[in-house]
C-alpha cells in the first residue's frame, strides 16, 4: 500500500521561469527516458517478481523513489510556466523575446493544462505504458532498468546543459546522481545472483537443446563491401565462457528456401489473376 | 544501400498449420520483443554513430541481419495460417476444434492480411517506433540492445515451449541462438570499448560537477516497515570504482519543500475560486 | 514524497484461477476505466492546482490510494494466471477446456510478463497518458473524476457479474465501494465550492462578453424529420440560473456561408488544374 | 441517416492570418477537448441507447451538430494558413517576423495538408478514438459529455484570449456559448432521470449486495503528516442519501496481505535462480 | 452543416445475433479499412479543397453518406450482441458453444461499451486519425480514396464469407455496392480532370527543374542473385508518356559515400570513449 | 536474405546545416508519407504476396531500394544537426537567431537522439505500424503504393520548395525522380495484370450475387441544398464497363429502419431507469 508525505523528495527552484524549458523538462516526466517510465517499470515488475523475494522488496521501494521524482519534476514544470503570457493582451505577449520563446513552447501548457505539468515528453506526445518492460525474467527486467537509467542519465545530463537556471541545475544534479545509484543498483542484482556470465544467455534456463548453438557465437558479416570490424565479440571466449567467438563472412546466400506461398484461394478476397 | 538475395536467412518448415501459433508468432515480428524493434533499432543507432567507425559497421551488419529475421517469420505466419478457413461454407469452418481455434486467432489474418503475416504483436497491436532506442550515447544503446535481446530470446524460449510442431522449433532454435550471440555482442561493446566499471554511469562524460554525489551511491528504502533488502547494492565498493554503497532508511520525509502554486492567474481558464 | 508499506490495501484471494478473468480484469489496471487512469490523474491534477490548497491535500491523497488499488487488481490478476499452461506438454495444455479458455486469455500473459499484470486493458492494448485530464479548472477537473469514477465503477460491477470465483467478488465489492465514495468525494467539492449552479458554465471565470449569449440556451433540434425529444433541457430555467432554455428547430440552414478557398498555390504541391 | 446543407453553421472570418494560431485552433478539432470527440462521443452514445428513446434522439441531434462545428473550425484553420510561406524564396519567408511565426507553426501544415486543417491536435498528434466513451450507461455518458463540454469550454475560453482578430473571437465567442448549452443539456438528462441523489451511486443498477458498503462513505487520508483536509466530502449526508461521510485517518496499514508468488516454474522463461 | 433524418441508410437484420461476428464487424467500423476512415478522410479533403469546387461538394456529399454507413453498422454490432452474456450466473454462460464464442468475442463489448459498437477494429484497437489522408493535392487524395475503398471492398468481402446470417449478407451486398461505385468515383475524378497520364508523376505541378529525371524512369533490381522480373515496368513508354521504361541491374553499388559523422562533441551526453 | 554494402545509395551534401529543416526532413522518413511506410509495407506485401511470383519478386527489390532511401535520409538528418547548440553555455546558443531557430527545431533531436535522425514525423510523432497496407489483394496493395509514393512525391516536392540548400534541393530532386518511377511501376502492375477495368471493382473475385448491384453505380447526392456537382461519375459508362453511372438525388430517407434497441437488461451496468 502506497503513502505519500508533504514534502518534495528534493527541493525544487526556479529563479527564471522558462516555458520553453518548461517543454524540455517534459521529457524527464513523459519521455521514454523520464520517471512515469521507471515509477511504473518498476511497479510491474515488483507485481510480477518471482523467486527471492527480496528482489520484488527492492523494486518497490526503488519504484515508490521514482514516483516522488514525477512529483518534483512536475513541480518545475509549473514554476517555470509561471508568467507564461496566458492572454494577447498582456504585457508580456507584446514582447518579441517572449513572442519568440512562446514559439517554442508546448501549447498545450496553456491551453490544455492551464501552466502545469503533463504525462507528455517534449513533442507533446503521451506516454505510453506499452513501454513497460517486466518480462518474468529477472535478468532481463534488470537489463531494461539500466537501459532506462542509462538513456534517463544521459538525458538529464543533456537537460543540465541546456539551462543556465541555477535552481534547475541544481535539481538536475540530484536526479543525475540517484540515476547514477540506480544503474549500479540493477547491475548488482545480477552480480547478486551470480555475476553476468552465470546470467548469459537470458534466459538462463533454456535448455541447450532448444538451442541451435552452431548459431550461437558467430558474428555475421552481412556486408558486400567491408571487412568484419573486429573487436571483443569477434575471437576470444564468448562471455558465457561456453564458446568461442567467430565470423561468417562473405556474401552468405541464406539457409532457407526462396519462399513461396502459390495461388491466392478462393473466396480470400485476392483478385481473380492471383487465383490462376 | 541495401541488397536483398532470393533465400530465406534460415529454412521455414510448418508441418501443421495452426493459426493460434500464427498469432502467437507475430509477437515475435511486431511485438516490443521482437525482430522489426531490433532491425530499426539497430539501424537507427548506425546512422547515429559517432566516434570509432567500427561501432557503426557492426550496428549496421546486424541491423542488415535483423531484417532477414522478419523475414523468415513473416514465412511463417504466413505457412501457419494456410487451410484456415476463410468462409464459414468450408468444412473446416463448421469443424468445432477449429471454431475453437479460430476463436483464439487474430481475425484480422483473415480479414485484413488475407492469411498473411502483419507487423503487429500478439494481441493485434501494431508496432510503433517509440519503442527504437537510439540515443547518441554508446553504452546506453548497448544496454537498450542487450534488453532488446534479453526479452527476445525470453519470448523465442516461450514460444519454443508452445508449439510441438517440429518444424517451428526447429526455426526457433535458430532464433534462440543468434539472441545468444547479440546478447554478447552488445555486451562485448562495453567490453570492447574499456569494460563495466569505465563505462559507468553512463554517460561517463557527465562531468562529476554537474552530479550531486552525496546522493550518488545510497540505496534508499521507502518503505514504512519493511527492513532493507540487503545485498550487493546496499555495501561494498560501488560499481563504477567510486563510492561504498550505504543505505537510507527509516522513514524519509522529502528534503524539498511543500509545493504551493499559490492562486490561479486571471484569463488562465480556472474556477473564480481558485483565483480568491 | 511517497512511500509504501508491505500489506496490500485490500486482501486477494482466489480461489479458481481463471486466465480468461486475468484478461478481463487488466481492464480494471490498464483500461480507460481503470485504476493507472485516475491514479495519474488525481496526481497531475494534485500538480497542477491552485487556489485552495486543501483541494491539492485531497487530491493528491485519494491519487496516492488508487496507487493501491493497481496493487492489489495487480495481484489478482498473477493469481488468476497461477496454473495456466506455458508449455504444449503440460497436461493442462492438452485439456479441451483449458484449450479453449486460453484461446481467450492474452497470449502476452505467458508470451511477454511470464504470468503476471501488464499496464493493458482487456485488449491487450497499452494504457496511453492522453486519458489523464488535468486541465487547471478545478470543476472541470472534477467532472472528469466523477466521469473516471462512474465508469469505473460501472466496470468493476460487470467484472463482478463476470465471476463466481468468491475471492475476486469480495474484493471487487471493495472496488464497487471506493468508486462510489470517490463519485460523491467529487462531486462534494462542487458543492464545497458553493454549489453546481454557481459551477457553471466552467468556466465560470469566462467574461460574458466572451460569450454569444443569444446562442446559450437553446437545444438545437438538427433532425429532418423527428420531433424535438422534450425534456428539462428544452424548458424551464437553464441550470446556471441565468436564462430559461428553449428550442430552435425547424431545417436550420447555416449562420456562416459556404466556404470557399478559392484555387491552390503555385509551389503549394497541388495538381496544376486546382491552380487555373 | 445524414444530410448536409452547403453554408456553415456559423460565419468564419479571419481578419489577419495567423499560422501560429492554426495551430492552436488545432486543439478545438483534434484535441481530447475539442470537436471530433464530442462528435463522435454523442454518436456512438446514440448508437448503443437502450431505454426511453428520447434520450437517443437528443444524442444524436447534438452529434449532429458538433460534426457541423468541426466543419467551421476546420474553415478557420485553413483561413488562419493563407499566406503563409511556402517556399523559401517567398518574400514573406525571408520576413524575420514570419520565419519566427512560422518556427512555432506546425509544419505539417505545409507539409502533409497543403494549408488545411488536419485531424490532430496543437502538438499535430492525431486524435484517437481510445476517448469515445459510450458505456452503455446513460449517467455515467452524461458524465463523460459535462467533462467534454467542460474542457471543451475551458480551451475555448484559453483561444479567445490567444488572439486579438475580431473575426476569430467571434467565431470563438459562438464556440462558449454552444459549450455553455451543452454542459448543462447533459446534467439536464440527470435532472430528467430524477435527480444527481437518485442517479447515485453509478451504476444505480448494482445491488447493494455486491459492495462492501462499510467502504462506501469515508474519505481516506493516505498521507503521513498531512491533517485531513475537512470539506463537504469529510462528513453530512452523502450525495446519494444512504450514509454519512467520515473519515479514516493515521497511517493506515493494509487490510490485505503481503503479497508473494513463490517460485517461478520450470519452462516459464525465467532465470534459474527464481525457480530455486 | 449538418443534418440527420430517423432512419437508417439501408435495412439492418440480424436473423441470428453472433458475438463473435460482432467483434469481426468492428473492423468495418474502426479499422483502417472501415466507415470512421473514409467518412473522416472525404471530410477533411472537402475541407481543403482547392480548386473547382464541384470536388468540393461531391466529397462533402459522400463524407456524409459514410457517416450513415457507420450508423447501419454500429447497428449491426449491437443486434449481434444481443443475448451475449453478461453474468456468469446465466443459463448462456454455462453453455459450452456460448463459452467458446465468447472467448473469441471482444470482452469490452460487455465491459466498456455494454453490447454496443465501439470505434474500434477487430482486435479492440481504438482507431486514429493519422490514417486521415487529406493532401491538399487532389490526385493524391484520389489514389487515397481509391485505395481505402478497395480495401473497404476487400473487407466486405471477406465479411460476407465469414458469416451465413442473412440478413447480414443482405447488409453486407449493400456495402459492396457503394464501394464498388466509391472505388469509380474518386477514378473518374482523374478522368474528369484529364485522365492518369496527364495527373502523372504527382503532383504534376512540380517542375521538371525540382527532378533528377534521369533516375525518373528504371525499375531497380536490388537483389543479388533474381533475374529482374519484367513487365509492363521494365520497357514501353512511361505511364507518364514522357518516357520510355529501362531497367538499372546487377549489384549497384551506391552513388553516394560512405557516411561518416566522426567523433561526438563534448557536452552532447555520449561516452568519453565517442569524442576521442 | 538482407545484405548491406558502405555507400549510400544517393550523395548527400549539407551547405548550410538547419536544425529546423532537419525537423522538416523527418517527415520523410517517419511521416505517413515516408520511407519507413514505404519500406516495410512493400516488405510486407511481398512477404504476403500469392499468385504470380514475379509480383513478390518486384515488391521485395523495391522494398529493399526504400531501406536505401531511409538510410540516406537518416545521414542528411544528422548532416542538418552538425553546429546545433547543445549547451547554453555555447556561442550559438546566445545568438538570437540561433535560438529562434532552435524553438521551432525539434527538441528530442538534442535530448533524446543526441543529433541524429529518429524514427519520428516533423511533429515528432513516431511512425506506427498500423500505416503498413498488405491486404492480400494484389490490386488494392497497387492502390495503396501509388497513393503512399504520391503523397511521398507531394512532401519531397514540399520539402524542396522549403530549402535552397543546394545540397538537400539535389538529394530531394533524387527521391522526386525515384518516386515518379514507383507512382508509375505500381500503376504498370495493374496493366500487367490486365488493365485497370478488368481490376475492377476490387476484388474483382467477388461473385456478382454478393453485390446488390442495384446500389453499385450511383452518386448519391447527400445535400439539402446543392445541386448535384456533375462530372465523369455522374454519367456514361462505368469505369468497370459494367454500367452506365447515374445519379440519386432529393432528400433521400433512409431505406432503412429508425433504429431501437429496447430495454437495457439486468446485470448489463445500465442505470435503472433505462431497465424500465
Known amino acids: 500500500m502506497f503513502h505519500h508525505s508533504s514534502r518534495l523528495q528534493y527541493e525544487v527552484r526556479v529563479d ?32 510480477g517478481a518471482r523467486g527471492n523475494p527480496k528482489y520484488r522488496d527492492m523494486l518497490m521501494m526503488t519504484a515508490t523513489e521514482e514516483l516522488s521524482h514525477i512529483e518534483f519534476l512536475g513541480h518545475a514544470v509549473a514554476l517555470n510556466l509561471e508568467g507564461a503570457p496566458v492572454s ?15 514559439g517554442g513552447a508546448n501549447p498545450r501548457h496553456i491551453l490544455s493544462s492551464g501552466l502545469s505539468a503533463m504525462p507528455v515528453n517534449a513533442n507533446g506526445v503521451p506516454f505510453d505504458m506499452s513501454h513497460i518492460y517486466a518480462s518474468g525474467n529477472l535478468a532481463a527486467d534488470m537489463m531494461a532498468n539500466v537501459m532506462a537509467e542509462s538513456t534517463g542519465r544521459v538525458l538529464a545530463s543533456r537537460l543540465y546543459n541546456m539551462t543556465d537556471d541555477a535552481g534547475m541545475k541544481d535539481m538536475l544534479s540530484f536526479l543525475i546522481a540517484r540515476d547514477t545509484m540506480h544503474q549500479q543498483q540493477w547491475l548488482a542484482v545480477i552480480e547478486d545472483m551470480g555475476g553476468m556470465a552465470a546470467a548469459l544467455p537470458i534466459p538462463n534456463s533454456t535448455p541447450e537443446s532448444h538451442e541451435a548453438v552452431e548459431h550461437s557465437y558467430y558474428f555475421l558479416n552481412t556486408s558486400l563491401d567491408e571487412p568484419t570490424p573486429h573487436g571483443r565479440w569477434t575471437s576470444g571466449p564468448s562471455l558465457d565462457g561456453k564458446a568461442e567467438f567467430h565470423v561468417v563472412e562473405g556474401v552468405q546466400h541464406g539457409l532457407g528456401q526462396k519462399p513461396d506461398l502459390g495461388k491466392a484461394r478462393d473466396d480470400s478476397g485476392a483478385q481473380v ?3 490462376a
Open 16 to 47: 527564471t521561469p522558462d516555458p520553453q524549458f518548461a517543454k524540455f523538462l517534459q521529457q524527464a516526466i513523459g519521455g521514454v527516458e523520464g520517471e512515469i517510465r521507471v515509477a511504473m517499470q518498476y511497479f510491474f515488475q515488483a507485481m
Open 273 to 275: 489473376e492471383q487465383m
Open 88 to 102: 494577447v493582451q498582456e504585457e508580456a505577449a507584446r514582447d518579441p523575446v517572449v513572442h519568440a520563446i512562446m
